[in-house]
């Protein structure tokens, strides 16, 4: 028996486990909803479908909980997250488990997320007592100003299937910790890691309509969430085409939007590069969560001279990935979460090939049939090609040869996305060089894992418009509110 989420004994037990959407502090609805595993295609779960209506009640309970947990001591508030934290930390198996049925990752990536999750909880238990105030030099003698940082109310919170558990996490632990209460709409693919997340919390001891959590209707449930005037904040993570939508949509009541959209990162090898450590950036950035991550390398810009040894190299390390089921302990890469994607990938190594680039390692379904794609690499890939246009969220790796610098900086930045960029350098001058003509939000020099709670994650351009993580990430939670004080007598 499980002893920390009363999920993952059910799941192995081929019965099928139902679960409930969480709203108001209850378990509600009827599980309707099936829920696949993607490495085999079996149902392990059912979900609510709700709609609308749930949507607003979610939303109303969010709305009537807001001021006792706005008013509540920043350590008060503290000691919740910090006990759900602990929760989630102790669960951190059973999570990972059913994080890894739903999605397919690999349970030592699905591990690690359930870390990186519960690390933003953590940081934002302790961030709690951080959110400060202002008295400012004021202009007139008698009179003070005052400035104070007030959670903006509440937040809705829209997440994507690839990283289940962070993505949640990263959003509503921010919020939460300021203040905010909050309705989170999980994805579709991946709802029952929300679910045992928010379980959790119930059991942590949030008050009553503090988190929600709204399974169903993608479209009815973020209608409501974006047109609803007590929701103040959208934070979305999810396909740039939705995010336009939810911020058109949310225009109408004018909401803060908190948008971490899709990216094109490019990942680029100078002559100066430390061959091997590129090679081992470049199979982190590419092929971790079978490609399907928002700061996967997209493009691979290699310099002339050390074209043909970095692709032998990649190939090499490409050619020995395991692919297979994510609870299998040998599996280094899963399977894509559907049909759809399977066939994005499939789509794109075929116009590749068909515009001349090349075929190195794999580039065609895994052996194992479903949705698994076999670990692919291409050279020749060009500007025209749809895997230089666009996000391809699979385990394709396509390598560009170039020339110059200034060559190479043009072609990496000639995207509308502007999320994560990596280059690999062993000269500091041209570190700072490239560095600052990137334009995109996060960059990783010689290194090809930058997430980390500790930083401000985000993009510029088409990628987004905030930050997630740091000292910064709960600052968008919060709206200045200013007080002239004068003084009488
Ligand atoms: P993907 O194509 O990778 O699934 P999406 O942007 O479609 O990415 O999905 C991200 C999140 O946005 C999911 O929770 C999904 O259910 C949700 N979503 C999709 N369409 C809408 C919509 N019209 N309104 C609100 N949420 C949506």
Redesign the pocket.
Same mark, same amino acid.
């Given at each position: 028996m499980l002893k920390s989420v009363p999920l993952v004994d059910r799941l192995s037990d081929h019965t099928l486990l139902k679960l409930q959407a969480y709203i108001n502090g209850e378990f509600i609805g009827v599980a309707d909803t099936p829920v696949k595993n993607p490495a085999n295609g079996d149902v392990i779960a059912a979900v609510p479908h709700l709609g609308a209506t749930e949507a607003t009640r979610a939303v109303e309970a969010a709305s009537a909980a807001f001021s006792g947990w706005a008013n509540k001591t920043c350590k008060e508030r503290s000691a919740v997250l910090r006990r759900w934290y602990d929760l989630v930390v102790a669960a951190r198996e059973d999570l990972a488990i059913i994080l890894t049925s739903e999605q397919g990752k690999p349970l030592s990536e699905a591990r690690g997320e359930i870390d990186y999750a519960a690390a933003y909880i953590e940081f934002y238990a302790e961030e709690a007592k951080r959110v400060l105030g202002e008295l400012l030099p004021s202009h007139r003698a008698n009179a003070r100003i005052l400035v104070q940082r007030r959670p903006v109310g509440v937040v809705a919170a829209?997440?994507?299937?690839?990283f289940p558990a962070a993505m949640i996490t990263r959003k509503i632990a921010p919020a939460l910790a300021a203040g905010c209460t909050v309705v989170v709409?999980?994805?579709?693919?991946t709802p029952l890691t929300a679910l045992a997340l928010a379980e959790l919390a119930d059991r942590a001891g949030f008050p009553a309509g503090a988190i929600n959590v709204v399974t169903g209707d !993608?479209?009815a449930?973020?209608?409501v969430?974006?047109t609803h005037p007590a929701v103040r904040l959208v934070g979305?993570?999810?396909?740039?085409?939705?995010?336009k939508?939810?911020m058109s949509?949310a225009a109408t009541t004018v909401k803060k939007v908190a948008l971490e959209l899709g990216g094109n990162a490019p990942f680029i090898v100078f002559d100066d590069a430390d061959i091997d450590a590129a090679v081992e950036g470049a199979m982190a950035s590419k092929f971790r969560n079978t490609g399907q991550t928002c700061v996967c390398t997209n493009r691979v810009y290699v310099q002339d001279s050390v074209h043909d040894l970095f692709v032998q190299k990649f190939a090499c390390k490409i050619a020995m990935l395991r692919v297979g089921d994510g609870l299998d302990a040998n599996t280094e890469q899963g399977p894509l979460?559907n049909e759809? !994607?399977l066939a994005k990938v499939r789509a794109h190594v075929d116009d590749a090939l068909s515009k001349g680039a090349a075929l190195v390692v794999g580039g065609d379904g895994h052996a194992l049939g479903g949705t698994f794609f076999q670990p692919t690499l291409l050279q020749g890939a060009t500007a025209e090609m749809l895997l230089s246009k666009e996000e391809t969220?699979g385990p394709i790796a396509a390598v560009f040869r170039f020339k110059s610098e200034d060559e190479v900086i043009v072609a990496a930045n000639n995207s509308a996305a502007g999320l994560a960029a990596y280059f690999y350098s062993q000269n500091a001058s041209r570190m700072f060089r490239v560095l600052e003509q990137l334009d995109f939000g996060m960059v990783g020099i010689n290194t090809g894992v930058i997430s980390t709670e500790l930083a401000p994650f985000g993009g510029v351009k088409e990628s987004g418009n905030s930050r997630e993580g740091s000292h910064h990430g709960i600052l968008e939670f919060t709206e200045l509110r200013y007080a002239c004080v004068e003084l009488q007598g």
């Open positions: 829209i997440t994507p299937w690839n709409k999980p994805a579709p693919e !993608a479209k449930i973020g209608l969430l974006t979305f993570t999810g396909s740039t085409q939705v995010g939508l939810l949509q979460i759809r !994607a969220f």
